[in-house]
């Protein structure tokens, strides 16, 4: 059985006085999330602060992105190694706007992956089509070679210790969601292209929901066969709806 995940990407928002504010009330609630396991991924500046408040409890936090390299001349870049010395226990990889606003490929995605993993994170491994892609019928082969150049690098097994997020890029920030059926097929695609190499690390891989997840979708979205929780963007900076995402995974 997989354990639903909801972990909150936070992106480029918050202040001090809002993340501690957000954190003690995700704390607060986090008594009727029954199954669910919860993470949160603050900007790196507010990890420290992330960190003091949840070392006491059952919520995960995590980076959002990390360097491709353990150590240098690499100037406002973030090591695996210094996510590692906060406790982070998970990494975002390959998220949609790493890929369109900073020119991530598939190869970059692929050597992140395998560096967070090396360091004893938890990559969570983000996939998914633009609008255009999907409009031209290409979802599962753009989606399938984003998967692909971290198999073909890690090996199938290195998904054993990871998770794989799917967030149709057209749906992220846009106010527009993938339906539940839409969703599904994707998720269902990931898992059988991992099943076609190993059918127990398929079996037993979380595979999240990452596009415009919210209270009132949350419930019909994760009562899909292949939807094992969800990564959240902006409803993750709301303590209310952010809990109420994470009791939908009940």
């Known amino acids: ?39 949160v991924c603050p900007p790196y500046i507010y990890i420290p602060e992330a960190q003091a408040q949840l070392s006491d409890s059952s919520i995960a936090w995590g980076g959002q992105t990390l360097s491709a390299e353990t150590a240098g001349a690499f100037t406002g ?57 999907r409009q031209q019928g290409i979802t599962e082969e753009v989606v399938g070679g984003q998967l692909g150049a971290v198999i073909d690098r890690e ?13 149709p890029v057209w749906a992220i920030g846009t106010g527009m969601t993938a339906s539940p059926e839409q969703a599904q097929a994707v ?18 891989l979380r595979i999240l929901y990452g596009g415009s997840m919210k209270p009132g979708n949350a419930v019909e979205l994760m009562a899909q066969n292949d939807i094992d929780g969800g990564l959240i963007g902006g409803a993750a900076l709301k303590a209310d709806d952010f809990l109420s995402i994470c009791k939908a995974a009940n």
Request: charged content about 25%.
């Open 77 to 133: 870049e973030v090591a695996a190694s210094m996510l590692r010395d906060f406790d982070c226990k998970y990494v975002l990889v390959g998220h949609s706007e790493r890929r369109t606003l900073y020119g991530e490929d598939n190869t970059l995605v692929a050597k992140k992956f395998a560096v967070a993993r090396e360091a004893g994170l938890i990559p969570i491994l983000c996939v998914g089509e633009t609008l255009e892609e």
């Open 187 to 204: 998720h269902a695609f990931i898992r059988a292209q991992v099943a076609q190499r190993d059918a127990a690390i398929a079996d037993g």
């Open 155 to 167: 090996g199938v097994a290195a998904l054993a210790d990871a998770v794989v997020a799917y967030e």
């Open 1 to 39: 059985m997989r354990r639903p995940l909801v972990a909150g990407n936070w992106k480029l928002n918050g202040s001090l006085a809002s993340v501690k504010e957000l954190l003690t009330g995700i704390k607060a609630g986090l008594g009727e999330v029954a199954n669910a396991e919860v993470a």
